[in-house]
């Protein structure tokens, strides 16, 4: 077709109610994914105020080292288990899709019992407050990771009112638990009442979606994505293995106060982190869809996507700049004031992040989990390096500052592997990713 037959084409089309149609999905879709977050990170944020004020600074660090592992454990599932589901079953027929998230649900309960098991054997080697926490851990995480495979399924599939419902039926579930951890007061009664809901919440989510996870298919769904879930598997893996190696290295270097107070400025940021989060969970999917529809448009989507979380990041970190003191340690108790130092370089940071999650996803969308896996593997090394190099030369605040300076550095490598993606994908244009 030439040229002047494609602009014919192109003003022929109707530019009428469709793409007003598209437009509201694509609305509603992130706005599900915004407010399943919103859920979800205001159960978060619940779990380490109502910790950090009623256990102080050091035992608020030990519960923030058993979170910190958490996370990495579900870089783990997401990697092997949902990343793959999110790619390549999206807006796919609802037969494909349940079958899918059988195979990938089954996958992530699975990684729960293995590493669950792992960590109740290096808890009784540890032993004391911090292998009690980390033992705690280890009977929790099958529930929690399934939990979190739901949501992910239920996004897949464009239902995020369900990935919502899911995380507040966590949240109800939640209340009754910290009541009663509160009252036995220690790490190990917190880590088992915040897991304990959310294993309620999973069991709600087979109730939800109609589906059975089927552990005896995590083999068949390993083979079957291993090209995309091996680097994603390394990639997620880089990225909380990081920090999980720099909340470490911190409170070696610096003491476990340290991790308590990276982790109050974390909770600080909070509701500007649901919004980061919480779009990260549509814009895969949703950056799949844009490519199969209009691939020019990428990276605009990308770019305004990125660029609005930086904006809105450091929009909020000014807001947090002008909190008094007593409203910090009304939120955050003794914590505040180690805490409220971080503020400028922990805001930097996140605003670096957002900036990167957009080329992301555009990379996600693409397939390109080379480019995606190399991008991640230097962001995690500039966040170790960073991060650790800071603590030894200025402490807790120095740790901050090297981190943003990381963050800041690696978006600029996720958006130049996006960029040099789409120019190959014009230049030898190829079929979309492979599908179910």
Known sequence: MTTEEQKATASAAPAGPAPRTAKRAVVGRLSWGLADQAASSMT???VGIYVARSLGLAAFGVFSLAWVTY???????????????????????????????????????????????????????????VGAAFACLGVMLPGLLLQDAWRYSFFAAGTGRKAFVND?????????????????????????????????AAVYGCFQSGIRPRTTGAGEWLRAHRDLGSRYLVENVSTSGAGQLRAYGLGAIVGVGAVGAVRGAELLLGPFLAV????????????????????????????????G????????????????????????????????QLIVPATLGVAGAGLGTGAAAGLRALAAARRSLRSQLFASACYVVG???????????????????????????????????????????ISEARTP
């Open 44 to 46: 978060n944020f619940a």
């Open 71 to 129: 996370g990495v454990v579900l870089s783990v599932s997401r990697g092997l288990a949902t990343d793959p589901l999110v790619v390549r079953f999206s807006g796919v027929s609802d037969a494909s899709w349940r079958g899918a998230v059988a195979r990938s649900s089954g996958t992530a309960l699975g990684v729960g019992a293995a590493i669950g098991a792992a960590c109740l054997v290096a808890g009784a080697a540890l032993g004391g407050g």
């Open 168 to 200: 507040l039926v966590w949240g109800v579930a939640l209340v009754p638990a910290m009541v009663v951890a509160a009252r036995v007061g220690s790490v190990p009664a917190f880590v088992l009442a915040w897991g304990a809901s959310a294993a309620v």
């Open 276 to 307: 980061l989060m919480g779009l990260s969970l549509v814009t895969v999917a949703e950056a799949a869809r844009v490519l199969r529809r209009a691939p020019h448009r990428l990276g605009p989507f990308c770019l305004l996507l990125g660029g």
């Open 309 to 340: 979380q930086a904006v809105a990041a450091l929009l909020w970190g000014a807001a947090l700049l002008l909190m008094p003191d007593h409203a910090g340690e009304l939120v955050l108790g003794d914590v505040w004031h180690s805490a409220s």
């Open 387 to 429: 991060g650790l190099g800071g603590a030894v030369v200025a402490g807790t605040v120095g740790s901050a500052w090297g981190v943003a300076a990381a963050t800041v550095s690696g978006s600029a490598v996720w958006w130049l592997q996006l960029r040099s993606a789409l120019r190959e994908r014009r230049q030898n244009p």
